[in-house]
């Protein structure tokens, strides 16, 4: 028997929230094998089985936190010790890759594991370091691998796409089995209308309308915080009591900015992120950062810029490295894919956790600006209003221009008033005259 602790799945995570097994209490598994969806402070990752044999015990349930270093799953094993990765001499670790990283081999699926090789006392459950992962090598070329979302045996009946009646468990992705939790709903009992028998949220709404009676709202629901929201919560809570915060803004004539985006192919925010990036040679310090613990100011070679991105689970900052070396098409592919796999949550721990200087588009929510709280360990944090057409003095003339408010929030332990806005008042100059200055 094996007991598999919480691996730190990030860099210094102490918790992680179990969304989805993907196998049960009884079940025979192969190394490898994904065994869990698993929620970190920043992403949802799968997590992989170090061993081969049979989940003899779970030790948490679906949506439970689980802290890192505790008991996870317990392993009955065919052997005396862990299972090798195929093609890998007994007693033997696999052969570093060039890169320097673990080697995949042919029967990986989702991630690569590195497990010790001597077997620990039976008194004292094994420590396993696994690496998790989305890429897996075939003949020496990286591939995507195929993402499954079965969790329990299927039965298909070959002349219709669902499964037979009573002879298997209902087919969900994680969050519908979790949905379906939360409703107090039966899986067995929701008819199918997903591809091949696959459960739907569509299904589950379809069963609570016809299944809903008249009845007096409750007062009041509590709901418990979890996962990427959670952790959101904590580092705002420490960053807004921690530094000393302070803001400034300045509304902005972007007519001709906005007129460019329109022209070409460059986004809105693209060029304002260029004008971010302009500015922020003039006034290096917005990308420090402060160290209390030392009383010592970090400087950085590099600017990378943070792209607040909004999702299904909560708010992530994406990094785009070294942004200044790239032109505002560059910028507007790097947003759009950083976006994109942010509410994928595809992103790397990398990407979620290398920005200086963050970027908060809070104008698409059609508002006219706000005063956000720093990224932890930033030092600036600029947030772009919703354009709105107005009457506006130009060239000695009252007319409509565009114009959008833009917000500075900084750290006064870094920044005086004098730097930050003189910083806001060089991204305003690059938004009102953007054709030179916009270029790299």
Not at 247 to 254: K, N
Not at 334 to 349: C, F, H, N, P, V
Not at 386 to 411: K, N, Y
Request: aromatic share 4%; glycine share 8%.
């Amino acid at each position: 028997m094996k007991t598999f602790l919480l691996p730190d799945l990030g860099e210094g995570l102490t918790e992680s929230e179990v969304v989805a097994w993907r196998v049960a209490e009884g079940d025979s598994v192969e190394l490898n094998q994904v065994l869990a969806d698993i929620e970190t402070a920043k992403a949802v990752v799968e997590l992989p089985s170090p061993y081969e044999g049979t989940i003899a015990k779970l030790h948490a349930a679906e949506g439970e936190t689980v802290d890192v270093g505790a008991p996870l799953i317990d392993f009955e094993l065919a052997g005396d010790a862990p299972a090798q990765a195929p093609d890998a001499p007994a007693g033997e670790a696999p052969a570093p890759s060039p890169e320097g990283g673990p080697v995949a081999t042919p029967d990986d699926s989702v991630a690569e594991v590195q497990a010790e090789a001597e077997p620990a006392p039976e008194a004292q459950p094994e420590k396993v370091s696994v690496l998790v992962g989305h890429i897996t090598v075939h003949g020496g070329k990286p591939t995507r691998a195929k993402r499954t979302w079965d969790v329990e045996p299927f039965v298909r009946d070959e002349r219709a796409s669902a499964a037979a009646p009573g002879t298997a468990k209902r087919r969900a992705m994680p969050p519908v089995r979790k949905l379906a939790k939360e409703r107090g709903i039966d899986l067995q009992s929701v008819r199918p209308t997903g591809p091949d028998g696959l459960v739907t949220r569509a299904d589950l709404d379809a069963v609570a309308t016809a299944s809903a009676a008249p009845a007096q709202a409750p007062a009041s629901t509590r709901e418990k915080v979890t996962g990427l929201r959670k952790h959101t919560a904590a580092a705002m809570t420490q960053s807004a009591l921690t530094v000393p915060h302070a803001a400034t803004f300045h509304q902005v004539d972007v007519t001709e900015t906005l007129a460019l985006a329109k022209a070409g192919d460059a986004s809105f925010l693209a060029l304002a992120s260029r004008a971010i990036l302009l500015a922020a040679k003039r006034w290096p310090d917005v990308t420090a950062s402060f160290h209390a613990d030392t009383n010592e100011l970090e400087r950085f070679a590099h600017v990378n810029l943070g792209i607040a991105v909004s999702t299904d689970r909560g708010l992530v900052v994406a990094s785009i490295d070294e942004a200044e070396t790239m032109d505002a098409l560059e910028l507007t592919a790097q947003i759009k894919d950083r976006a994109t796999r942010a509410r994928e949550g595809t992103l790397s721990m990398a990407e979620l956790t290398s920005s200086n200087i963050t970027i908060s588009n809070v104008g698409v929510f059609g508002v006219d600006g706000g005063i956000p709280i720093l990224n932890p360990g930033e030092s600036a944090i600029i947030a772009l209003g919703a354009i709105r057409r107005m009457p506006w003095e130009h060239g000695g003339e009252i007319v409509l221009r565009d114009v959008c408010t833009v917000t500075v929030s900084f750290d006064h332990r870094v920044l005086d008033g004098r730097e930050a806005a003189g910083f806001l008042a060089d991204i305003a100059a690059v938004l009102e005259r953007p054709a030179l200055a916009l270029a790299r």
